[in-house]
């Protein structure tokens, strides 16, 4: 399965330079959120596969323009092709007011992640968990819009899924952005901007990321 990972900023490689043939090997796009709506209603458009997302803390215009065709995977677990793929948006709360509508404290979140126990029974797990934030000291930021959330752990030292996909740190944050690491057995991805990975379902592999 060829996963295209997206976030953050929009790919001009996509957007601006389009050529269909640049999806006609993706089997699934997944947004990692803070992407304009019309971005994502636009690759929808031009790919042979569904497009899933989670929200980012600047996408509050969401309520007003969702993306057009795409598929929100916010508090649940989504089936592809028999891979189970978890969503978490949001970031840590750090404003008020419709701004901070995709932004919680880590309380709220762990809550989040407790009521979603149920759907994770039921799916008998996760093969790959969507977050905009990363998790607590997992190249995180110091600054608490960025300081990543602790519940995650939860679900990857639990659930163990074989792919976290996050973004929210951006590329022009110097030593605090990594595009690819691990923590334990688990393949972590920023999908800042724009990443493809090979996902092996069968064996439960992440055999490249570029």
Not at 14 to 21: H, N, R
Not at 76 to 87: D, K, P
Not at 102 to 129: F, H
Not at 144 to 161: A, M, N, R, V
Request: net charge neutral; proline share 4%.
């Amino acid at each position: 399965m060829r996963i295209l990972a997206v976030a953050d900023v929009e790919s001009k490689y996509y957007w601006d330079f389009f050529e269909k043939s640049k999806l006609e090997d993706i089997d699934l796009i997944i947004s990692a959120g803070d992407l304009d709506p019309h971005y994502l209603s636009f690759l929808v458009t031009y790919a042979k596969c569904p497009v899933l997302y989670v929200h980012g803390n600047h996408d509050y215009k969401y309520e007003d323009v969702p993306p057009e065709g795409c598929i929100s995977i916010e508090d649940t677990v989504y089936v592809h092709q028999g891979v189970r793929i978890m969503g978490l948006g949001g970031s840590m709360k750090y404003n008020f007011g419709n701004e901070s509508a995709y932004q919680y404290t880590e309380r709220q979140m762990a809550s989040r992640v407790r009521k979603i126990k149920r759907k994770l029974w039921k799916s008998k797990g996760v093969d790959i968990l969507v977050t905009h934030s990363p998790a607590f000291h997992l190249h995180d930021g110091e600054d608490l819009p960025h300081t990543g959330f602790k519940c995650f752990y939860e679900i990857l030292d639990k659930q163990k899924p074989k792919l976290f996909i996050h973004g929210h740190v951006h590329r022009s944050y110097g030593r605090q952005f990594v595009k690819e690491y691990s923590y334990n057995d688990i393949k972590v991805v920023n999908a800042f901007e724009r990443c493809i990975i090979d996902y092996e379902p069968e064996k439960g592999e992440v055999r490249n990321v570029q």
